[in-house]
Structure formats: structure tokens, C-alpha cells
T-cell receptor, first 112, second 115 residues
Framework: AQSVTQLDSQVPVFEEAPVELRCNYS??????LFWYVQYPNQGLQLLLK??????LVESINGFEAEFNKSQTSFHLRKPSVHISDTAEYFC??????????FGSGTKLNVKP | ETGVTQSPTHLIKTRGQQVTLRCSSQ?????VSWYQQALGQGPQFIFQ???????GRGNFPPRFSGLQFPNYSSELNVNALELDDSALYLC??????????????FGPGTRLTVL
């Protein structure tokens, strides 16, 4: 069975500061990894994903995540956050695209 | 907007009743997945339908069932409702094909309250 752990339920940070949202997974087989974002009063949207190849993946709005197989982690980072990044972020894992397991989410609160 | 719609947006039922939730997939997608998101939790995978057949199932009892229609719209049916079934129900559509990757597009959800 697979599972996803997001240790931080809330992360407060000041605007323009760096941020890291942590995600660890457990799986006995190869996995595909995803980060989804849910802005206030909106649905879930895919932020970025790791399927294969380079272990560092980037989104169009400056987020990046690195797949670390030895540490079974897929942490999400941004060097400088904006107020508009305030949202809830979910990490998810799948090994064959027919079952997906989500973490409990991390609420990022960017303060001015 | 993702092009995935769900109906109704809100629903109130009582224990023991049955409920049907509906999802209309994004054009061109052949796969739909259903999730239950309780308050303060991440989405929990219920099941996935691919070309009208169940293609994967999470840890939910048989009273949770589904259908996918030829036009790739879908239903989630829950029988014998329990208080713990109160949650936001999300559907996500995607295209699953040989050699293709799978990005899920989520609908806005149906908020179910069981009294």
C-alpha cells in the first residue's frame, strides 16, 4: 500500500521569503509524484508532476520539486513567495495511474 | 476552469438514504476518478472508471458504487448513507492511453451533508 505524509499542516511565511513544503511517501514500487494546489474557493489544480527523467521539476509560477528516491521525498520549494501563492497544497502519489493517494495538505499563508 | 462539471453543488440527506452525484468530464477524456474529501483532510481515492469499467478502487465499502457512460460522464452512488459520509465529493477526468501521461482535471465538487 502507498501513503503520503505532509508533516506541516500550516506554513506561515512573509512575502518574498523562501518556502519549502514537505512531502514524504511510502511505496514498495516505482511511483509518479504530483503536487496540486487549491486556491481559496477554487478546485484542485495540478501544479507540477514527476513521471520520469530529471528529478527536478518546475512549474510555470516559480515552484519546483525534487524527487529524492533514497529519502522517499518530493518536497516543494519556492525561493520567493507572493501573496497570491496563499493556498492549500496537496502532495499525491500513484504507481500506475489507476489509484492516487493524497496527503492531508499544507496551508501556505503568505503575509505582507 | 477545467471543463469538468459536477452536480449538484450542495446536497442534504438523512442517514439511510441513497444519493447519486454526477460528473461531466472534460471533452476528449476517457477516465474519471472519484474522491471523498472530509473537512480538513486530503482527497481520499474512491474508484476510477476507464472506458465504462472500474479500473481501480480505494478502501471504500461496496455501498459506494459508480457508473461511467459512453459519453464519459459519470455517477457516484452511495447507499445507506452514514453520518461519516458527509464530505466534499470530487471527480477528476483525464485521458489514459498507451504511452501517454495522466493529468487529472478536477471539478468543483459536491458538498454532501448527512443528518
Amino acid at each position: 500500500a502507498q501513503s503520503v505524509t505532509q508533516l506541516d499542516s500550516q506554513v506561515p511565511v512573509f512575502e518574498e521569503a523562501p518556502v519549502e513544503l514537505r512531502c514524504n511517501y511510502s511505496s514498495s514500487v516505482s511511483v509518479y509524484l504530483f503536487w496540486y494546489v487549491q486556491y481559496p474557493n477554487q478546485g484542485l489544480q495540478l501544479l507540477l508532476k514527476y513521471l520520469s527523467g530529471s528529478t527536478l521539476v518546475e512549474s510555470i509560477n516559480g515552484f519546483e520539486a525534487e524527487f529524492n528516491k533514497s529519502q522517499t521525498s518530493f518536497h516543494l520549494r519556492k525561493p520567493s513567495v507572493h501573496i497570491s501563492d496563499t493556498a492549500e497544497y496537496f502532495c499525491a502519489v500513484s504507481n500506475n495511474f489507476n489509484k492516487f493517494y493524497f496527503g492531508s495538505g499544507t496551508k501556505l499563508n503568505v503575509k505582507p | 476552469e477545467t471543463g469538468v462539471t459536477q452536480s449538484p453543488t450542495h446536497l442534504i440527506k438523512t442517514r439511510g438514504q441513497q444519493v447519486t452525484l454526477r460528473c461531466s468530464s472534460q471533452s476528449g477524456h476517457n477516465t474519471v476518478s472519484w474522491y471523498q474529501q472530509a473537512l480538513g483532510q486530503g482527497p481520499q481515492f474512491i474508484f476510477q472508471y476507464y472506458r465504462e469499467e472500474e479500473n481501480g478502487r480505494g478502501n471504500f465499502p461496496p455501498r459506494f458504487s459508480g457508473l461511467q457512460f459512453p459519453n464519459y460522464s459519470s455517477e457516484l452512488n452511495v447507499n445507506a448513507l452514514e453520518l461519516d459520509d458527509s464530505a466534499l465529493y470530487l471527480c477528476a477526468s483525464s485521458f489514459l492511453g498507451q504511452g501517454s501521461t495522466d493529468t487529472q482535471y478536477f471539478g468543483p465538487g459536491t458538498r454532501l451533508t448527512v443528518l
